[in-house]
């Protein structure tokens, strides 16, 4: 009987199960606050995306099943949004993600003033997406922007291109604009991927003879797998959620050149007051999202040893 | 959520019901016993120290001041009722209004922009006015600002200015290219303005036509592009507000925003980006609103005209209404919230905020005093398209928000160069299925 008390005593002071409740009381606050702003909203949307639920409306909320996301299905709108987010994640991802590792391994050597060339890649991360945007819509402006301007200077104003009013280079011009904005995130954690990266191995490579692009290759990339596979990742479910440049800018036009399924859905919520209908678009993007980061997790396997 | 609101619902029918025993108790002085039942919840009592909130859009810097200085104003003339200024951005203001709307946070007093109002009155986030507002206030009110206001048969907003649309010039430019200013008893038909800016653009003017394209998707191009629909025999919605079908994308319609594409088509119009084709002399004519009237004076002086907007067929139409101020439903003392807006209706402050925008005093005592406004004066055309049923308020329904929405997606596309008859069909397609998801838009409390 004393021993029996003992041990529980014993075991909930030190032992496994006082453990436990400890790592569970300190894990509680963010699991709270994971719990109120994640992971109720969500479960939240999905209720919703089966509901008739709007916004400023006095009607009483009705179940309609299916309704919302048949609606969606069908509309060429959103499945125009979903290419043109397939088109810029195709583009950006590899894109930026080479500019990136190239710019972290620009500054990734022992310059003089190396910190300052770092601080000015890293400029535009630090800057608020909207001004940037908004910089850039005066740069492409057709009639009086620079890019035009200097365009019409070296082609002696051949090529002229309409960019943002355009339909044919409005997401060409979100693209340059993203790429600019983003590729200095990316260096940062490239350049951390990079400092890691013994230098031994680089000098047992060029004893082997190996040139700069083959330590490159076979050394740096390598190495660089696990940096470079979450950088992708990131990278690419960033470019899904493309929002901020087109609403500060063509707000999805010239004729949906530029829309994306985050524009159809804040067009949808609040625009259109359809707050279910666009839960059922969040609740699509959340499958599209997750699928593509499978996919791509089953293609490019970690390497945790 | 729903309950909430539904138990605030009935605190209000009981509040009402309340106020309306009173009044009917009261008898001597006040002979309209069942206004508070059927006209909203002033009772003309003001309870001391209460505080309000008043919501203004961040648009014009100027009306920001103006509207600044008249929250302070109030706050120093009385000692009764404190209000506190809110400002939301203009961009966005739609989307704040809707997420207030549905936390059943909207402000005391929030302005919204004309029609955009009574999406929140069927909703039961404003309140009815009606009887807040004195006959002798009432009476010298314009008679647009009264019409933008009234949806099922309340008053539920007032303006503190109505909105004038024309196009700016100026008689050098027409000089240079040979014209002569068209007027509202002789002005020009579509075919003839596409003609004028092709002559502005050979007499040097490059991009001769300043839409505001600048301003984006939003209600301007509602407000702006509208009166194209009415003057060439269509309408927004029909009479009865429940379908678009057949007036949107009526053929006449069609016709007319095919020459408005034509100006685009054929490089008429610019893309005006830094807000300044029109003072820089690349445009000879700005297609806009009352509100950019003092910096073109500013730098046009007398040179400047305002001139009538094109005929399309139907005659000259042109819009109405601007921002106007309404009462949150969720209002303790709405007779507070009454209390500033009449504030702001007073002749000082309307002097001030007409200044401050250049729209036209919502009591005509103040603008027949204002000498902009009287005959002769350079914005005359604003009062005489107001007076002679020139100008066509937008809808007064809930519908509208989507009305507005759907039409400005339309007119986007149509300026890049959609099909016309398409984009119409689009936001007819988009609005009847609106009206029809919200059972046809019943009037509150049937």
Known sequence: MTTRALGVRSRLRGGRLGNELWGILYTLPGLILLGIFLIAPFVLA????????????????EWVGFDNYSRILGDSDFWNAFKNNMIFAAVVVPVQTALALWMATLVNQKLRGVK???AIYFLPVVTVLTVTAVVWFL???PDSGLVNGFLDLVTFGTVQPGWLDSTSTALLAIIIMSV???AGFQMIILLAGLQDIPQELYEAASIDGATKRQQFLYVTLPQLRNTLIFV???????AFRLFDQVWATTRGGPLGATDTMMVQLVNTGYERKLIAQASAIAVVFFVVVLTLTLIQRVLLKENRD | MRRIRSKRVALMAGALAAAAIVAGCGGGDDDTGDAAASGGACDGQVESGTNITVQWHQGAEAEVKAVEKMVADFNASQSDVKAELKLVPEADYATSLAGQADSDSVPDVVDTDASKAFRYAWSEDLQPITNCIPEAVKSDLLPS???QGTYAGQIWAVGMFDSGLGMYTTKSALKKAGLTAPTLDDPWTAAEFTDALKKFKAAGFSKPLDLKKNYGQGEWYAYGFAPIVWSSGGNLLSEDNSTAEGQLNAPSVVQGLTTFQSWFKDGLVGDNADDTDFVSGKAAVSWVGHWMYNPYKEKFGNDLVVVPLPDFGSGVKTGQGSWQWGVGAGTADPDAAWRFIEFTLQPEQQKAIAAASGGIPARTSVADADPKFAEGGDLRLFVDQHASGVSVPRPTTPAYDTVSNA??????????????????????ETIDQDIEDNGGYPDPGT
Do not use: C, E
Not at chain 1, 50 to 60: D, G, I, K, M
Not at chain 1, 232 to 238: A, F, H, N, S
């Open chain 1, 180 to 182: 600019w904005q983003g």
């Open chain 1, 116 to 118: 300052a060339y770092r």
């Open chain 2, 145 to 147: 600002i009264v019409r």
């Open chain 1, 232 to 238: 992708i990742t990131v990278t690419l479910i960033l």
């Open chain 1, 46 to 61: 999905i209720y919703l995306s089966f509901t008739n639920q709007r916004l400023a409306s006095p009607l009483p909320v």
């Open chain 1, 139 to 141: 740069l492409f402006s």
């Open chain 2, 407 to 428: 039409f400005n997606q339309a007119i986007q596309d149509i300026i890049d160069g959609a099909d016309v008859k398409g984009s119409l069909d689009k936001a007819v």
